[in-house]
């Protein structure tokens, strides 16, 4: 018997978080996965870098104060 399941993807999210207004970068921002505790910080230049294991489609959030 042969039994076949889902297999998680890898899905991997690299960015630049920027003010709308100016476009200068945002450092410090704080960028996670919906529902997870799964996340990171933008870095001096707004870049982040995250990744996750899912087997379904996820949402990213970003929160600056």
């Given amino acids: 018997m042969i039994q076949l399941g889902l297999a998680a993807q890898l899905i991997q999210v690299s ?4 003010d709308a207004e100016t476009g200068a ?3 410090g921002a704080r960028v996670y996965f919906e529902n997870s505790t ?3 910080s933008s870095n001096l230049t707004g ?3 995250i ?3 899912s ?3 996820e949402t990213l959030v970003v929160s600056y104060i």
Avoid: Q
């Fill in 47 to 49: 870049d982040f870098f």
């Fill in 15 to 18: 960015g630049k978080v920027t």
């Fill in 55 to 57: 087997e379904k489609e």
């Fill in 38 to 40: 799964i996340g990171s």
């Fill in 25 to 27: 970068p945002l450092p």
């Fill in 51 to 53: 990744s996750i294991a």
